[in-house]
């Protein structure tokens, strides 16, 4: 079964752009969830899809938005970018009672 | 969010175990112990989980005290290819369905393994 993709690999974008990242889950997993990687803050959770609904938020502004496709693929958005922005964007997906998440390899951003 | 404390670095030797430690004093009847690990430029990885009894899994070893206030990650012969952040993670399911969860990850323990 192949992993999760997340489409681009590396990304650099000015201040005041939007972008936008593509993930897509483990064949059968309705569930993404999005984080952010930092040095300074480490990884945080952004949000969570399930079967097309944001089910659960993290704390961070409203330029950041997501969306869920009936097939269950995820894009995420970043509106205005700031310099602040530049991070490693994972994308995770999970299926079944067991609630483990696999994680794609990251979508590298890089404000300038 | 219950939280969990790790040392933030650990150092081992190739073909040696490694016990890494956790503690998560204030962690409830009903949460799981998971733990992840990331290796450089990759995204995080699942390693292992429990609720209550020790785990056995092809990667490592997960031992769980009586009181559950604590838990070690066991890698019984550890490799250059386990050098990584370990975290430990108690899950949060925002409701009792379990629909709406999230990962809280720490600093972390870094694991250097040495040839």
């Known amino acids: 079964k192949a992993g999760v993709t997340q489409t681009p690999r590396y990304l650099i974008k000015t201040r005041g752009q939007q972008v936008t990242l593509s993930c897509s889950p483990i064949?059968?997993?309705?569930?993404v969830s999005w984080y952010q990687q930092t040095p300074g803050q480490g990884l945080q959770f952004l949000f969570e899809?399930?079967?097309?609904?944001?089910?659960n938020k993290g704390n961070f502004p409203g330029r950041f938005s997501g969306r869920q496709f009936s097939n269950s693929r995820s894009e995420m958005n970043v509106s205005t970018l700031e310099l602040g922005d530049s991070a490693l964007y994972l994308c995770?997906?999970?299926?079944?009672?067991?609630?483990?998440?696999?994680f794609g390899a990251g979508t590298r951003l890089s404000v300038l | 969010d219950a939280k969990t404390t790790q040392p933030n670095s650990m150092e081992s030797n190739e073909e040696e175990p490694v016990h890494l430690p956790c503690n998560h004093s204030?962690?409830?009847?009903?949460?799981?112990i998971h733990w992840y690990r990331q290796l450089p430029s990759q995204g995080p990885e699942y390693v292992i989980h429990g609720l209550t009894s020790n785990v056995n899994n092809r990667m490592a070893s997960l031992a769980i005290a009586e009181d559950r206030k604590s838990s070690t990650l066991i890698l019984h012969r550890a490799t250059l290819r386990d050098a990584a952040v370990y975290y430990c993670?108690?899950?949060?399911?925002?409701?009792?369905?379990?629909?709406?969860?999230?990962?809280?990850f720490g600093k972390g323990t870094l694991l250097t393994v040495n040839p």
């Open positions: 993670i108690l899950p949060v399911y925002a409701n009792s369905g379990g629909s709406n969860y999230k990962l809280t």
């Open positions: 204030t962690i409830s009847g009903t949460d799981y």
């Open positions: 899809y399930f079967s097309e609904t944001q089910r």
């Open positions: 995770a997906s999970r299926f079944g009672p067991q609630n483990i998440q696999y």
């Open positions: 064949s059968g997993h309705r569930s």
